[in-house]
């Protein structure tokens, strides 16, 4: 039995509901050594597989400009099947030329970002089709609620990336509506922010328009600091198709990354054992990975580590849990082995933000942040298995990446910290709320939280029994109200609305 | 942007809500270096702040028997102020004596527990005031509720302990409540469980009452395997009160293990810097590890871990921060440095089974078991700060505490697991649901969730937008109505009630 009596610091005001206090800008660094799942020899094993699997069953790869490159750099290229083949020298002749970190620009320099080693870089949710929030549930969403969304990305300290635009604006015609994306992504937020890869168009149009942001041309861009994370899924198993071909050459032929991410959800698109599911995601990876050297020799690019598993039940892909946990930190393993940058995610199968979302997520994070990850994709705001950009959650996950961030903060040891004096001064049954050594450090001595709320029950009761889901909806309202867009030079604004609107005469980029 | 498309297995049904899967019953080994927060030296640094506190400052320690023991092993005792110095180096000689391992038997021998080195054992909440669930909310418990909750921690593999009586069945007399407690955990349970260490009589009748159910002595227990965890906190800042001096008296000298506790808040009842905290907590468990190597040497005992921070605006204790992870890591360095088994704990500010609940459980549980814990209790059902036990929170955290178990199997590396053939029989562009590989090891793949639905959002929307509090409902009520009492020897049965009978014609344990 344990006995616990808190004692309450008399008369001071309690915490309003929502009242929003944030950690300041800061891009986060792992102080503690990552968590290794396998031992050396196992993981040097799985890189082996992945090396036999490329050199002995290869890449089916549906691009023909893609096929050609393989080609060129000495790949057994089957026309007719489309099928690549790998010898291994060759394959780590040209992963041995990836650089193992780099910066990225963002439209504020403030907020430039290191990528590699213990760096890490946080980003938002990308890619769902759906959002969502208490007021009116889960539907398609409208230019004007993505702007909103774009906001909070901004707003959110602890995010330190855009993540290539939180929910398909439907009202938009979809030929055209990445160049409105584009737009809200360059004026909104002052972060660096992340293009869509899907397709040679895409990806040109976001070199375009970043370039004009950063007041340079798409042509200098490979000369300058990347600006670009592009998402390169595979077609799991072992297929790369055309858009994404498209977008990782696009990509790497202007300097910037790649992040080659296999969707290796294992039992479906990978073996049902998870040695066997990372065996292959590292053989894709790899593949992706020498592409882009071939493009641009010493061109930066990172390995995505997307490995999970489905419900062998239903069939349904399940996200945060054990295996996922496993599978990230085994991904920074062998990262760490090729010396190539290693991305990962914060994800959930669940349609609510309930205790399952928390708990799903959670695992993701401890999986992603220990397992030496340098950049979290869909760090915040994933929900129901990735169709969905929640609002609450993305409060919720700003709350736990905080956390998260100031728990990589390990606490100061020196002669101030250990507090002997005040330990004597207040001796056997006495209490330090007084001592002078609180006063001196009381206001910033522990992490102040963003959603969670530590009313005593009856305090609680009193205050209407608000939830974690219900403070979330309070707080994304009152920063999209409080939101201050970052200021842009007019004749730059000008400029990348001349270019949307030549592209929108143009037709955009039509999707076959 | 990531391009997400889940398959679905056709033709199977999909699984239901609320339907029971567990893990099997299996302790906890930590197969992963525990995450190290501190270098070694500052570490060491902790480590002799503490004794210094012990040398220079010193305890008080309310209870006379105490003082003499102190006393009789050269420590300096001032009489009027009750205030006990120790001699570092007599220190360290008393902690050299503690085992860094031990057995702890339960009713049924294959329940017994390991505790040190990688072992880990999960207890149930402890102490709380009140009960709650989602139909009824927050209330005084009944004995009847009571047995319910233990029938629930008899029925989760994942627990391997109960810990102490979930909460105060307010319908007993408070002078004899212990002694219905002891039975039910006795009869309706087969696992290990604690007794209450508050004063000598309780840990008494525990003694004679344990003794009864294993068909031996109070007097042999010194002599056995043994058999209590018995939690002796502190009250910090440096004090030790009489009702539990007595009960680690009493558990030390029938040869049964103290946890010793101390409840070092940061800014209330310790220094507001963690250092300070912690050298504090260090030198309070010291304390009481020595009075159980003074009352009979060689006795085991355990370090507890429980310091966290108050939130210094309200004075409000704050649980599953990133200080408390920290906390609870940095003691398990310091429980390594001094060769003491570990005891840290699952706890929440939140009053609600809400993803605050889950997200500071969460910081809570990888701080604990990466932390090295041996014995974590509170491991499922606390809330509210720890005064509330809560039916649904004991599910929630059954589902993380099994996550983390199928976490801590490490995923198998061998021929069969890497799976090339079955890359070579399905490959680019194939599925692997038909793939004889899959089809061998389909239904033991991956971990099967208690309460998550992965349902997909058109799913979990036609079968009544469940979520995760309202499935843990469902579940907890199905495992009180399947519940099987294990069964017991009826003379054991008999000679319980007898005692018990007994003991509350004698008025039982009054409380002063």
């Given amino acids: 039995m344990e006995r616990i009596a808190a004692r309450r610091r008399p008369g001071r005001p309690q915490r309003e509901i929502g009242g929003i206090e944030q950690r300041p800008w800061k891009q986060l660094t792992r102080p503690y050594q990552p968590i290794e799942i396998l031992s050396a020899d196992q993981v040097q094993t799985i890189h082996e597989m992945g090396l036999t699997i490329l050199e ?152 375009e328009m970043v370039a004009i942001s950063l007041g340079t041309t798409r042509e200098n861009l490979a000369n300058e600091m990347p600006v670009f994370t592009g998402i390169i899924n595979t077609n799991s198993p072992l297929q790369l198709d055309e858009p994404m071909a498209e977008g990782l050459i696009a990509l790497a032929e202007h300097g910037q990354v790649n992040v080659i991410t296999p969707f290796t959800l294992a039992g479906a698109m ?24 071939i493009v641009r020799p010493g061109v930066p690019v990172m390995y995505g580590g ?99 961030s100031a728990y990589f903060d390990p606490p100061v040891v020196d002669i101030d910290t250990l507090a002997l004096e005040a330990v004597r001064e207040v001796g056997p049954a006495g209490h330090f709320f007084g001592a002078a050594h609180t006063m001196q450090r009381y206001e910033r001595a522990f992490y102040s939280p963003l959603v969670s709320n530590w009313d005593n029950y009856d305090t609680w009761m009193e205050r209407g029994q608000v939830t974690a889901r219900e403070r979330a909806n309070v707080i994304w309202k009152r920063m999209v109200a409080e939101y201050e867009q970052p200021p842009i030079d007019p004749g730059i604004d000008e400029a990348l609305r001349d270019y949307m609107e030549r592209r929108k005469r143009e037709g955009g980029c039509p999707l076959n």
Same sequence: chains 1, 2.
């Fill in 56 to 207: 002995e069953i290869g890449m089916r790869v549906l691009q023909p400009q893609a096929r050609q490159f393989y080609r060129s750099a000495g790949c057994d290229v089957d026309e007719g099947e489309m099928r690549v083949r790998f010898d291994r020298a060759m394959v780590m002749e040209h992963v041995a030329m990836v650089p193992s970190s780099f910066e990225l620009r963002a439209r504020n320099p403030e907020k430039n970002v290191k990528v590699g080693g213990r760096h890490c870089i946080l980003s938002s949710v990308g890619g769902p089709a759906y959002v969502m929030d208490n007021d009116r549930g889960r539907r398609p969403g409208t230019y004007a609620e993505m702007c909103d969304y774009l906001k909070l990305i901004q707003s959110f300290n602890v995010l330190h990336q855009e993540g290539g635009g939180p929910f398909e604006p439907l009202d938009l015609h979809q030929n055209t509506r990445h160049l409105d994306l584009y737009y809200a992504e360059i004026t909104l937020l002052d972060k660096n922010w992340q293009p869509q890869a899907l397709g040679r168009g895409r990806a040109v149009d976001a070199l």
């Fill in 270 to 293: 990978s073996p049902v054992t998870l040695a066997g599911a990372l065996s292959q995601q590292h053989a894709e990876a790899l593949a992706g990975i020498v592409l882009t050297q």
């Fill in 306 to 404: 997307f490995t999970s598993n489905v419900d062998m039940k239903t069939g349904a892909p399940a996200f945060g849990t054990p295996e996922y946990t496993q599978a990230a930190q085994i991904t920074g393993q062998l990262c760490r082995l090729i010396g190539v940058p290693f991305r990962s995610s914060n994800v959930t199968a669940a349609n609510s933000v309930d205790a399952q979302a928390a708990y799903e997520s959670a695992m993701s994070l401890w999986g992603c942040l220990m397992g030496g990850a340098n950049l979290v994709l869909h760090a915040a705001g994933w929900l129901g298995g990735g169709l969905t950009a929640s609002f609450e959650k993305l409060v919720i996950d700003a709350e736990m990446l905080q956390m998260m």
